[in-house]
């Protein structure tokens, strides 16, 4: 069973929420969030950060700047 939350980010100076999933992969966990109805999974680097792991046909439709702030509250939140 996938543990699921409401991720806040913030960007461009405004709060939102976006629907979350951890799933569990063996001693990897990956982050499901949904941004404007697109899944987009994140996954650990070999940095310690995150990264996002989205279909390249849809990646123009969600800011790349979206994107990173949603790393960073990851980062925040599970360091």
Request: charged share 25%.
């Amino acid at each position: 069973m996938a543990d699921t939350f409401n991720l806040p980010v913030e960007f461009n100076g405004t709060e939102a929420e976006y629907p979350a999933q951890i799933l569990r992969f063996g001693f990897a966990n990956k982050i499901l969030v949904t941004v404007t109805g697109i899944p987009v999974t994140f996954e650990p680097d070999e940095e310690g950060s995150y990264r996002a792991v989205i279909d390249p046909a849809i990646t123009k439709q969600i800011p790349k700047d979206l994107l990173q702030a949603i790393i960073e509250t990851l980062k925040a939140l599970f360091e």
